[in-house]
C-alpha cells in the first residue's frame, strides 16, 4: 500500500528563520512527487513536481529537492505571507491517483 | 484565465435529502476528481474519472454518487445515505494520471 508522511504537522516561524519540511513515501515505482500550498477556504495550489532523486525545484524562497525515500520542500527567509499548509502527494506505478500526506501547517510571525 | 469552477462556496443539508455540487473545468483536462477534506485527516479520493461516460470509485465512495455526461463536468452528488456528510469538498483535474492536479476552490457543506 502507498504511503505518504508529512512531518511535523505544525510549524512556526519568525520571519527570516528558515526551515525545512519533510514528506516521506513508500511507493511501488515513483511516478512524480508533487507539492502543494493550501490557504485556508481554498483548494491546494499546485507549486511543484519531482521525478527522480537528486531533482531539485525553486521558486522564489521555496526549494524542493527529492530522494529516493523523501522530499524536502526547505523554505529560506520566510515571510507572513507563507502562511498556508503545504501538501504533498506521490503518485505511483501501482495506483492511477497520487497518495497525498496530511500537510503540515505553516506560520510564519512578522 | 482556464480554471476549475466549483458551486456553491458553501452549502445546507437537511435530513434526508440529497444535495448536488457542481464542478466545471476549461482546462482540457481528460481526468477528474472528488475528494473530501476533513480536519487533520488530510485529502480522501470519492470518485475519480478518466473520460467521458466513465468513472470509478475511490476510497471512501459510499453515499456519494457522480457522473461524467461532458468532459468539462463532474457534478458530484450527496445523498441521504452518506450519515457524516459535513465536510470540505474539493474538485480536481488533471491531464492524466499521475500529472499535477489542479483544484477548485471548494464547496463547504453543513448539515441544518
Known amino acids: ?110 | 484565465d482556464g480554471g476549475i469552477t466549483q458551486s456553491p462556496k458553501y452549502l445546507f443539508r437537511k435530513e434526508g435529502q440529497n444535495v448536488t455540487l457542481s464542478c466545471e473545468q476549461n482546462l482540457n483536462h481528460d481526468a477528474m476528481y472528488w475528494y473530501r477534506q476533513d480536519p487533520g485527516q488530510g485529502l480522501r479520493l470519492i470518485y475519480y474519472s478518466q473520460i467521458v461516460n466513465d468513472f470509478q470509485k475511490g476510497d471512501i465512495a459510499e453515499g456519494y454518487s457522480v457522473s461524467r455526461e461532458k468532459k468539462e463536468s463532474f457534478p458530484l452528488t450527496v445523498t441521504s445515505a452518506q450519515k457524516n456528510p459535513t465536510a470540505f469538498y474539493l474538485c480536481a483535474s488533471s491531464s492524466g494520471f499521475n500529472q499535477p492536479q489542479h483544484f477548485g476552490d471548494g464547496t463547504r457543506l453543513s448539515i441544518l
Open chain 1, 1 to 110: 500500500e502507498d504511503q505518504v508522511t508529512q512531518s511535523p504537522e505544525a510549524l512556526r516561524l519568525q520571519e527570516g528563520e528558515s526551515s525545512s519540511l519533510n514528506c516521506s513515501y513508500t511507493v511501488s515505482g515513483l511516478r512524480g512527487l508533487f507539492w502543494y500550498r493550501q490557504d485556508p477556504g481554498k483548494g491546494p495550489e499546485f507549486l511543484f513536481t519531482l521525478y527522480s532523486a537528486g531533482e531539485e525545484k525553486e521558486k522564489e524562497r521555496l526549494k524542493a529537492t527529492l530522494t529516493k525515500k523523501e522530499s524536502f520542500l526547505h523554505i529560506t527567509a520566510p515571510k507572513p505571507e507563507d502562511s498556508a499548509t503545504y501538501l504533498c502527494a506521490a503518485g505511483s506505478g501501482g495506483s492511477y491517483i497520487p497518495t497525498f500526506g496530511r500537510g503540515t501547517s505553516l506560520i510564519v510571525h512578522p
